[in-house]
């Protein structure tokens, strides 16, 4: 079956990574159904800023993943499940975790049971790196144990665990993907990145951030969309679960230096206390490794993470959207 005649959905395409993902679905010639949660704004998110000619492209379906019938609803003749809809951001989780539990673990569960129901022919369920708490080797590969550091990587884990059963116990065919962290244009403001960029760009000279000592394994997103992209497509992956990482590592200091090297060399790194995670819950270290994906997809990062942080860099300078990003104060 060529792309062209499957037809994708994409749960959580109104967010950072759904929307470049259906995007990319698009430009591969896939028919797509972006899954959006419902508001009384009638607000699609980013994929609001799309072109019409590429909405025109995309059916629309607005609902709630932790609606059993919306989500069966929305996967009526659909060939293949992209599962990214998800409560993110690990602070807020500290005090609405029960958020967290109906979103990421119902919400998959609900994913599930409606293409056991359907018999979907492929279900990619997204985790994350939290899922491995501070690494206890590197470079992290898929046997590596999991660690709930967060109500939020805590929820994920059993997100994880629940769509492993139902490979186990039903033969769904379900693959979970494991992306380290992944940036680029139209992060939301709690992740490091934007917030460091955003701070820059409206002139602050004082970047305030948490802990500067963590490492972490950055991600473009266009070549996280690649690599779903890869993942769909071989049978391979079937059953399995796929780190997508670059294999490098770079601390929150190093990073927000290159930053400030790139947008204000006068500015200066000062430590926000109300940024500073809970000691055991902080990841100290992510350093993924892609011998998995590489090895079943031949997959592997087009962009080094200067080029992927210039293209970032370049977008946030240009949308009009900056100032709703609010940097003057912490985005949890």
């Known amino acids: 079956m060529s792309p062209k005649d499957k037809k994708v959905l994409v749960t959580g395409a109104d967010g950072f990574i759904g929307s470049h993902l259906v995007e990319a679905l698009l430009e591969a010639n896939y028919k797509v159904r972006a899954f959006v949660c419902y508001n009384s704004f009638n607000s699609w998110g980013w994929l609001d800023t799309f072109p019409k000619e590429k909405l025109k492209k995309i059916e629309i379906f607005t609902g709630d993943v932790r609606d059993p019938n919306g989500v069966k609803n929305s996967m009526q003749d659909v060939d293949m499940v992209f599962h990214l809809a998800a409560l993110i951001g690990i602070p807020f989780s500290y005090h609405s975790p029960d958020c967290y539990v109906d979103t990421n673990i119902k919400g998959t569960l609900n994913i599930l049971q409606a293409a056991r ?4 022919s492929r279900v990619l369920v ?3 790196s939290e899922v491995y708490g501070t690494a206890k080797y590197v470079p992290i590969d898929e046997k590596h144990p999991l660690c709930g550091q967060s109500p939020y990587s805590a929820t994920k884990i059993a997100a994880d665990k629940i769509a492993e059963s139902f490979f186990r116990s039903f033969s769904l065919p379900v693959t979970i993907v494991r992306p380290f962290n992944t940036y680029g244009p139209r992060q939301s403001a709690r992740a490091v990145i934007p917030t460091i960029i955003c701070q820059l760009l409206n002139g602050a000279n004082k970047i305030k951030l948490g802990s500067i000592f963590p490492t972490r394994d950055y991600n473009y997103v266009k070549d996280v ?3 779903y992209i890869s993942i769909a497509n071989s049978p391979k992956t079937i059953g399995e679960e796929i780190n997508i990482a670059t294999a490098k590592e770079i601390s929150i200091g190093d990073l927000a ?3 400030i090297k790139k947008i204000n060399p006068k500015a200066k790194i000062v430590c926000d206390k109300t ?8 990841v100290e270290r992510l350093l993924g490794s892609n011998k998995k994906i590489y090895n079943l997809t031949g997959w592997k990062p087009g962009y080094s993470l200067d080029e992927g942080l210039d293209e970032t860099i370049g977008w946030f300078k240009s949308t009009p959207t900056l100032k709703s990003y609010k940097s003057d104060i912490y985005n949890v």
């Open 225 to 227: 969309c690649k690599a």
């Open 117 to 120: 129901k359907l018999k979907t």
């Open 257 to 259: 230096k290159n930053l």
């Open 126 to 128: 997204t985790s994350t």
């Open 275 to 282: 940024r500073i995670r809970p000691k055991q819950s902080e």
